[in-house]
């Protein structure tokens, strides 16, 4: 069966530290994948977006890594700040658009 | 940036009765929007894919005659839970994707928490 599998565990990391959140999925062919972003009791806010066909993208303080051989990627802040504070979620996209399926999230508290 | 609102972001009802939730696109037309449900600390499961102007498609286990669904707009889309029991509160969330927008990606509303007495 499908799965797509974040930390399940809250990540606690030191303010200016880098933090790196994992996505791994199986039986999944996504055309590409996203990360958002959610805080409590919000809808997700759209962060970035990678195609199957990029390594990685970048956009200010964040970083995101496709390996569609691993099938894993991998969500980046550098610098990071107590308002980087939120659950992150990864989605995965089928072609066509048919379907954006949602890992569980990873909660990120970024310690003063 | 494209804006998505959801309202009303927060509704108390007595179990049987009908509850409406509305997901308006302000700056852009959503040839599609989606309603996604959110236990505490679980992910978002997407319920139903709404079309303008054409029936919805549901996911497998989400009955259509409890969660109507009407995308009559390309701006406006309604989720309606009918005679809605204590096991129908959750948060809903609606989402669009831009028509014609290129870049695939979601404009989320802000949630519905719905809670039946």
């Known amino acids: 069966s499908q799965k797509i599998e974040q930390n399940s565990e809250a990540l606690n990391i030191q303010e200016g530290k880098t933090a790196t959140l994992t996505c791994n999925y199986t039986n999944y062919s996504p055309a590409y994948l996203q990360w958002y972003r959610q805080d409590p009791g919000r809808g997700p806010v759209f962060l970035l977006l990678i195609r199957e066909n990029e390594k990685e993208k970048r956009k200010e303080r964040l970083k995101v890594t496709f390996d569609t051989t691993l099938k894993q990627s991998l969500f980046h802040i550098t610098a990071s700040q107590p308002a980087d504070s939120a659950t992150y979620l990864c989605?995965?996209?089928?072609?066509?658009?048919?379907?954006?399926?949602f890992g569980t999230g990873t909660k990120l508290q970024v310690i003063p | 940036g494209a804006v998505v609102s959801q309202h009303p972001s927060r509704v108390i009802c007595k179990s049987g009765t009908s509850v409406k939730i509305e997901c308006r696109s302000l700056d852009f037309q959503a040839t599609t929007m989606f309603w996604y449900r959110q236990f505490p600390k679980k992910s978002l499961m997407l319920m139903a894919t709404s079309n303008e102007g054409s029936k919805a498609t549901y996911e497998q286990g989400v009955e259509k005659d409890k969660f109507l669904i009407n995308h009559a707009s390309l701006t406006l889309s309604t989720l309606t839970v009918t005679s809605a029991h204590p096991e129908d509160s959750s948060f809903y969330i609606c989402s669009a994707s831009m028509a014609g927008g290129g870049d695939e990606k979601l404009f989320f509303g802000s949630g519905t928490q719905l809670s039946v007495l």
């Open positions: 989605a995965l996209v089928s072609g066509g658009y048919q379907k954006v399926t």
